[in-house]
């Protein structure tokens, strides 16, 4: 079966220090995998997608990027850290569409990690 | 543009008592999927069921039932017998097949509804 990871679990950064989450999924292969963030008010927005390795796709431009170094790892990165930054980082995964061979983005479920619990201070 | 709504921001209940979870969607897609999500308190999004716009007979998982009507646009869930586990914030979301190769097939997240279920 499937699993996906997210680490650290929670963490306190001060402003302007970069960062680094990670995600990884076991059991699949070629998945699509998405960063989504969760701000206090409860709404999830999503920042990254990606169908690929260094396939990235921004939703939202601001002082976040999203790599993809392996087919099962996908990490989160910020050069320096906003106060607006804070907030509750999600990572998911789902089944790749297929057509013409070529990997695709899908509609299948998307099935989330753990997620880590960003504090900037 | 596509949207997700759930009016209801809190709903508190006494164990045992049904409760349903409004969701109201509005999109021009005419292939689209709806998903419900569980987030207990410990963060984790719980997937609990999805449905794609061809298919709108509703969907009984023990305790938990879907009733989907395309003509009001909404998906609504309901808890029979409601219990303290089930406390948490549901999400309702859509997928449309339409943004698939711009926005990567995309969840559009509704605000959630926070229960509480009190013994």
């Known amino acids: 079966s499937q699993t996906i990871h997210q680490w650290p679990a929670t963490l306190v950064q001060p402003v302007g220090s970069p960062l680094s989450l990670e995600c990884t999924v076991e059991g699949t292969s070629n998945p699509n995998l998405y960063w989504y963030r969760q701000a206090a008010g409860r709404g999830l927005q999503l920042l990254f997608y990606s169908i690929g390795i260094d396939q990235i796709s921004s939703e939202v431009p601001q002082n976040l990027s999203a790599s993809r170094p392996q087919d099962r790892q996908f990490i989160l990165s910020s050069k320096k850290l906003l106060l607006s930054d804070s907030g509750f980082y999600l990572c998911?995964?789902?089944?790749?569409?297929?057509?013409?061979?070529?990997?695709?983005?899908?509609?299948?479920?998307?099935?989330f990690g753990p997620g880590t619990r960003l504090t900037v201070l | 543009a596509q949207k997700v709504t759930q009016a209801q921001t809190e709903i508190s209940v006494v164990e045992k008592e049904d409760v349903t979870l409004d969701c109201v969607y509005e999109t021009r897609d005419t292939t689209y999927y709806l998903f419900w999500y569980k987030q207990p308190p410990s963060g984790e999004l719980v997937f609990l069921i999805r449905r794609n716009s061809f298919d709108e007979q509703n969907e009984i998982s023990g305790r938990y039932s879907w009733n989907f009507q395309k003509s009001t646009s909404s998906f609504n869930f309901t808890i029979t017998a409601s219990q303290v586990v089930d406390s948490a914030v549901y999400f309702c979301?859509?997928?449309?097949?339409?943004?698939?190769?711009?926005?990567?097939?995309?969840?559009?997240f509704g605000q959630g509804t926070e229960l509480s279920v009190k013994p």
């Open positions: 979301a859509l997928s449309e097949a339409g943004l698939l190769y711009n926005q990567g097939g995309k969840l559009i």
């Open positions: 998911a995964w789902n089944l790749a569409g297929l057509a013409g061979g070529q990997v695709q983005p899908s509609t299948d479920t998307q099935y």
